[in-house]
Structures are given as C-alpha cells and as structure tokens.
C-alpha cells in the first residue's frame, strides 16, 4: 500500500468519473492508490467503475451521507498516512501529487495543503472554489489568492509561491490522516458546504499548518453538484457559516462577531428579495439563520472542546472586513487587500 490515497467521493457522478478519472488514475498510480467512494449513486456509476476502472479501490456507503460525513466513513477504512481528498470534476496534471508530497514530507507542522485550482473553462483563470488558498476576514466571509466575493483574476503567476492560508480547498485537499484523526474530520452535521474551511480552521487552532502549493495545478469544473445560485447551496454555506464561527471564534470575539453577522445576514436576505427579485434565496437565508438558532446548543460541547485545545499565538482570520474593503473601498483582488 502507498502512502498517499485519492479518494474520490461519488454521488450520480458516472459522467465525471468517465471523463476526469483516466487522468487521476495515470497521473497517479505511481505515487498513490486511487479510491472512489460511493455515496449511494441511483446512477450507473458502480458499473462504470467495476468494468471499465477496476484498477480502483472501490468502497461503497450504504446511503447518501453528504460531502462531510460520506468522506469520514470513507477515510475510516483507509489506513494510509495521507489522505487526499479530491472531487470528481477535477482534472489532474502530470506530476501533480509530487510538490504536494514532498512538501508534506518536510513541514511536520503542516496538517494539510492544496494545489493551485484553474477553471476547467477558462484555463488561464483561477477557479472560484479554492482558487490558490483560501482565508477568512473577521466576520467569517471566505475568499481567496485569486478570488474575492465572485470577482476571479487571471493568472499571471502573481501568486506563484508557496503561502500559508488560512483554509484549504476541499475539491482537492492533502491531509495528515493522523490529524485529520485528531481533530474529528469533516463535521459530518455539516452535509456539504464549508466543512473544509471549519476543519482547517480547528486544526490551526491546535498550532498547525495550512498551505497552498501551486507548483501544483489542477483543472476544476465547479458546481457540479449544487450551482452558486442554488437555495440549497445559500441555505448550507450560510447555517454552516454560522455554525463555524460559532465552534471556532475565540470568547473575545463571539458576542460581538454573531451580533453583526445577525445584522449583515438579514441585510443580505433583504437584498436578496428587493434587489435580486429571488424569494427563494430570501427563504433560504431566513431559513439558514432560524436553524443554525435551533441546533446552536448542539455544538456547545464542540465549541469548549475546541477552545480547550487553542494553542498560543492562533491568527484566527485576517483583521479586516471584507465588505467595506470591497464595496466602499474598491478593492476587488487579494492583492489590494489589507494583509
């Protein structure tokens, strides 16, 4: 058995493993084992797999348990010192794996990196998902080297050197598997959406690493489960926001930090109905701030646990608000933006 295993989670995604798996497999075989783990696909995706890729270690779940926790059970069978996490509309390059590796290999204190992502349909820009590394301002808003809000640069390689970010890329993630032991995985409550950036987040509140590699490159479709416009995708990336921040904040920060996201929130849910004319984006917002109140005492433990293992000197986010930086000030490229 390698050191390293791509595993790829599937649901109904027979079209993508036709066309994106060939590559994983040959551009991967001499430095990892390849896995597609099934999450209950309706499709034809298990036959697919087992006649034309039976080179694939194939692990099949029982129901469709969502990115989070499909990947947990997953990784529970897999006993390798890498995991890497890879999405199935993702096109892989020659050699991809290998800066990956190497720098894991050398940075005990790194717990997970991810190559630099293009868009598979405009090859020269980088992809709205991860992008080359992700970070958070105060206020829990993600955004990218590459990518703020849904402004996407070129690249021109002005982010060409190894970084230290705050969150990685689950389309395309390199972990520790002992510390994605150590630290619970993915939250499985989660389903989808930001799980990633709350599992990087607790990681670096234990004292390690999070980096971004971009002599590694992959292609990324994006999307390929739930559009950006989708109500689901607005309900879970906005509870799950939420729930994060209220994990992972330090005490200082909560009362403050949740009081104006309140405000932002239904700012955003407004806009949504009168500006944007979608009544369904409107619901889900409302929607995603009324449960995250309903089940915000089921992460009590967590949030304890969590602080307990803070280690001294964590940057939790980057001391700015993204929102004034963008809309008052202008500033529509990571470049531009406070450090």
């Known amino acids: 058995m390698k ?5 790829i989670l599937n649901w109904n995604g027979a079209a993508m493993l036709r066309q994106y798996l060939p590559q994983v497999l040959e551009y991967s075989r001499d430095e990892a084992d390849v896995y597609v783990a099934d999450n209950a696909s309706t499709d034809n995706s298990l036959d697919l797999l087992r ?10 779940l029982e129901q469709n348990w969502g990115f989070a926790e499909g990947y947990n059970k997953a990784l529970s ?5 890498y995991y890497l996490l890879l999405n199935s509309d993702i096109e892989v390059t020659p050699h991809w794996l290998t800066p990956l590796i190497s720098f894991m290999d ?3 204190q790194v717990a997970a990196c991810q190559p630099k992502l293009h868009s598979i349909f405009e090859r020269d820009y980088f992809e709205y998902a991860g992008a080359c590394g992700g970070y958070l ?3 829990g808003y993600p955004y990218c080297r590459g990518r703020v809000f849904d402004v996407v640069e070129t690249d021109k390689g002005q982010y060409d050197t190894p970084a230290e970010i705050h969150w990685a890329t689950g389309a395309a993630l390199l972990v520790r598997s002992r510390i994605y032991k150590e630290v619970g995985g993915l939250d499985g409550r989660f389903f989808a959406h930001q799980e990633e950036i709350d599992m990087c987040w607790r990681m670096r509140i234990r004292g390690y690493q999070i980096y971004c590699l971009p002599q590694s490159v992959v292609y990324h479709v994006g999307g390929g489960t739930l559009p950006k416009s989708n109500p689901m995708k607005t309900y879970l990336n906005f509870r799950n926001n939420l729930t994060m921040l209220f994990k992972c904040l330090p005490q200082s920060d909560l009362r403050h930090v949740m009081a104006v996201r309140w405000f932002l929130d239904y700012l955003a849910a407004f806009q949504t109905l009168f500006l944007k004319q979608d009544w369904r984006g409107f619901k889900a917002i409302y929607r995603a701030r009324r449960d995250f109140k309903r089940w915000k005492k089921d992460f009590e433990c967590d949030r304890r646990m969590i602080q307990q293992s803070r280690a001294d000197g964590v940057k939790d986010y980057v001391s700015m608000v993204l929102l004034w930086q963008y809309y008052a000030r202008g500033r529509h490229t990571f470049k531009e933006l406070p450090r």
């Open 106 to 108: 050398t940075h005990p």
């Open 3 to 7: 050191k390293v295993a791509v595993v």
């Open 137 to 139: 301002d105060r206020y």
């Open 77 to 81: 069978q897999i006993d390798t010192e």
């Open 51 to 60: 006649t034309s890729f039976p080179e694939v270690k194939l692990i099949v």
